[in-house]
């Protein structure tokens, strides 16, 4: 039995100098984004740190594919940070049990009033040193988890290595006119022969990279809107309508997390109150809002905090929403017109699925890749196809790419994007611009938005579910290809497709100010 007065260490100066080792030890700091205040309910981030220690020279070669060099060794410094919380973790256990014997032992003192006096020392300095390291391991857990979030998703085995996205497939034939009178006209000077786009009273109103869309292009727009939903709803998604201002960190959940490249800001952030900035002053602070770039954002929200019935899923929903970048200038001459906008409007289609257990490493991982037969990529290629369905109509040219790693956002494992023919755009990437995007997401977005399902298969064992989201239509770019693709010279019309002409009166032709 261990004497009141005999220390679990050599003895009381040696657990000194040991307690003063191990706060000394160098806990290494490392620049840390941008923190954001979440209220009581946001949901509780939970990435695989497991998978990260075990693994860490792949996610070091996943970053170094995927142009994140300042995370490259993010890996490793977590498997650095977790050996320093382990040596806390001992130190304490060995505190708190010494602890135990002290407290017994003020309780049924054995010796004189000096004896029990020393007991009741040494408790409070065992209190002072146990708090101490507490406090070093809270730090340790907070550093292994921003580190852990800033990872990206690894990459898909589907998904090309490099800076080259593969071409897949091509909708409709390109031809070299498309009635007596093809040319190469811009939307931008299309919009302004026949009244529909006004960039001049927007620069006004709002700034460079705002517009009107007038007569034919409004009416254009709320087409494409009722088309795109139309054929999703045909194929078994729900609609719903989402916000447009979302708590700043639902969007770092979703990925949504500026590289801090050429100065580059991805959403718009809300301004808080004065009365809100004293709040934060005095230690009150309130959760901060954006604007979400796009409606995968609020729709992934749907689900935060949600333990989701296995029957379920997949559960398949499209919401349209206007949508907000802060970078619609940052990338060169191409962003004339309606092509990079700072506001506009899309549809979008977001899916929460089963994860493909079958395709896990046996602890339930799935972030290296998917197979061609898994719940995500069935959905994904499901997501494909309806974009396709929807453009083929349209008569535009496009090319359907599997997108490299270098150009895959944070959340994704894989992206395929479907570009449209622009007959204004072929001295720029071939005349081909970004019309929509499919990404599947693994379990990235579910980890740090707690969206689960029980899995039946795993006797009621609650698993993190997978994401998928995609374009069914943005509506600029869309609306631009349509205009110049559509453009008859001689007539000076831009001829409507047949499969809009409902939403639009029956007008096959948009003219100067109709």
Same mark, same amino acid.
């Given at each position: 039995?261990?004497?009141?007065?005999?220390?679990?260490?050599?003895?009381?100066?040696?657990?000194?100098?040991?307690?003063?080792?191990?706060?000394?030890?160098?806990?290494?700091? *490392?620049?840390?984004?941008?923190?954001?205040?979440?209220?009581?309910?946001?949901?509780?981030?939970?990435?695989?740190?497991?998978?990260?220690?075990?693994?860490?020279?792949? *996610?070091?070669?996943?970053?170094?594919?995927?142009?994140?060099?300042?995370?490259?060794?993010?890996?490793?410094?977590?498997?650095?940070?977790?050996?320093?919380?382990?040596?806390?973790?001992?130190?304490?256990?060995?505190?708190?049990?010494?602890?135990?014997?002290?407290?017994?032992?003020?309780?049924?003192?054995?010796?004189?009033?000096?004896?029990?006096?020393?007991?009741?020392?040494?408790?409070?300095?065992?209190?002072?040193?146990?708090?101490?390291?507490?406090?070093?391991?809270?730090?340790?857990?907070?550093?292994?988890?921003?580190?852990?979030?800033?990872?990206?998703?690894?990459?898909?085995?589907?998904?090309?290595?490099?800076?080259?996205?593969?071409?897949?497939?091509?909708?409709?034939?390109?031809?070299?006119?498309?009635?007596?009178?093809?040319?190469?006209?811009?939307?931008?000077?299309?919009?302004?022969?026949?009244?529909?786009?006004?960039?001049?009273?927007?620069?006004?109103?709002?700034?460079?990279?705002?517009?009107?869309?007038?007569?034919?292009?409004?009416?254009?727009?709320?087409?494409?809107?009722?088309?795109?939903?139309?054929?999703?709803?045909?194929?078994?998604?729900?609609?719903?309508?989402?916000?447009?201002?979302? *708590?700043?960190?639902?969007?770092?959940?979703?990925?949504?997390?500026?590289?801090?490249?050429?100065?580059?800001?991805?959403?718009?952030?809300?301004?808080?109150?004065?009365?809100?900035?004293?709040?934060?002053?005095?230690?009150?602070?309130?959760?901060?809002?954006?604007?979400?770039?796009?409606?995968?954002?609020?729709?992934?929200?749907?689900?935060?905090?949600?333990?989701?019935?296995?029957?379920?899923?997949?559960?398949?929903?499209?919401?349209?929403?206007?949508? *907000?970048?802060?970078?619609?200038?940052?990338?060169?001459?191409?962003?004339?017109?309606?092509?990079?906008?700072?506001?506009?409007?899309?549809?979008?289609?977001?899916?929460?699925?089963?994860?493909?257990?079958?395709?896990?490493?046996?602890?339930?991982?799935?972030?290296?890749?998917?197979?061609?037969?898994?719940?995500?990529?069935?959905?994904?290629?499901?997501?494909?196809?309806?974009?396709?369905?929807?453009?083929?109509?349209?008569?535009?040219?496009?090319?359907?790419?599997?997108?490299?790693?270098?150009?895959?956002?944070?959340?994704?494992?894989?992206?395929?994007?479907?570009?449209?023919?622009?007959?204004?755009?072929?001295?720029?990437?071939?005349?081909?611009?970004?019309?929509?995007?499919?990404?599947?997401?693994?379990?990235?977005?579910?980890?740090?938005?707690?969206?689960?399902?029980?899995?039946?298969?795993?006797?009621?064992?609650?698993?993190?579910?997978?994401?998928?989201?995609?374009?069914?239509?943005?509506?600029?770019?869309?609306?631009?290809?349509?205009?110049?693709?559509?453009?008859?010279?001689?007539?000076?019309?831009?001829?409507?497709?047949?499969?809009?002409?409902?939403?639009?009166?029956?007008?096959?032709?948009?003219?100067?100010?109709?």
């Amino acid at each position: 039995m261990v004497s009141p007065n005999t220390s679990l260490f050599a003895c009381r100066s040696c657990r000194r100098d040991f307690v003063q080792a191990l706060k000394s030890l160098s806990t290494p700091r *490392y620049p840390r984004r941008r923190t954001f205040t979440r209220p009581s309910n946001a949901p509780k981030p939970q990435p695989d740190i497991r998978h990260i220690r075990q693994n860490p020279g792949l *996610y070091e070669q996943n970053c170094v594919d995927r142009n994140y060099a300042a995370q490259a060794r993010n890996s490793w410094r977590i498997i650095e940070l977790f050996d320093v919380w382990q040596k806390c973790q001992s130190s304490a256990r060995q505190l708190r049990e010494r602890n135990n014997v002290v407290k017994k032992s003020v309780a049924k003192p054995q010796e004189g009033d000096a004896a029990r006096q020393a007991l009741i020392e040494e408790a409070r300095r065992l209190k002072a040193e146990l708090g101490e390291i507490e406090q070093k391991e809270e730090e340790l857990q907070d550093n292994i988890q921003v580190l852990a979030l800033e990872l990206p998703n690894l990459s898909s085995v589907h998904t090309p290595t490099g800076l080259t996205p593969e071409v897949l497939s091509y909708i409709n034939v390109r031809t070299n006119s498309s009635g007596p009178s093809r040319s190469q006209l811009s939307h931008t000077d299309i919009g302004a022969r026949l009244n529909l786009l006004d960039f001049s009273a927007a620069a006004t109103t709002s700034g460079w990279g705002w517009y009107y869309l007038l007569n034919g292009a409004a009416l254009l727009e709320q087409a494409l809107v009722q088309y795109a939903l139309h054929t999703c709803m045909q194929r078994g998604w729900r609609i719903v309508s989402p916000p447009s201002m979302v *708590y700043a960190h639902m969007a770092s959940a979703c990925g949504f997390q500026p590289r801090d490249q050429h100065g580059e800001t991805q959403i718009y952030a809300i301004e808080q109150s004065e009365k809100d900035k004293q709040k934060s002053e005095e230690g009150q602070s309130r959760p901060q809002y954006v604007m979400a770039g796009t409606a995968e954002i609020p729709l992934a929200g749907l689900k935060a905090n949600t333990v989701l019935a296995e029957e379920e899923l997949p559960l398949k929903v499209v919401g349209v929403s206007r949508s *907000y970048r802060a970078e619609a200038g940052a990338r060169g001459v191409d962003t004339k017109g309606l092509y990079r906008v700072h506001e506009f409007t899309k549809v979008e289609m977001f899916a929460w699925t089963l994860p493909d257990t079958q395709d896990a490493d046996g602890q339930g991982n799935f972030a290296t890749g998917t197979q061609q037969n898994s719940h995500s990529e069935r959905l994904f290629q499901e997501m494909v196809e309806l974009q396709k369905s929807i453009l083929q109509p349209l008569g535009l040219h496009c090319r359907v790419l599997s997108m490299p790693s270098t150009d895959l956002g944070a959340s994704a494992t894989r992206k395929i994007d479907i570009e449209a023919f622009f007959p204004s755009r072929i001295e720029k990437d071939d005349g081909y611009g970004e019309v929509t995007s499919a990404s599947i997401c693994t379990d990235y977005q579910s980890r740090r938005l707690n969206t689960r399902m029980k899995s039946k298969a795993q006797g009621g064992k609650l698993e993190y579910v997978h994401t998928l989201n995609g374009t069914a239509m943005a509506i600029p770019r869309v609306l631009a290809a349509i205009l110049e693709n559509g453009w008859d010279e001689e007539k000076q019309e831009v001829r409507v497709p047949e499969v809009l002409r409902k939403w639009m009166g029956g007008m096959d032709a948009i003219r100067k100010d109709t």
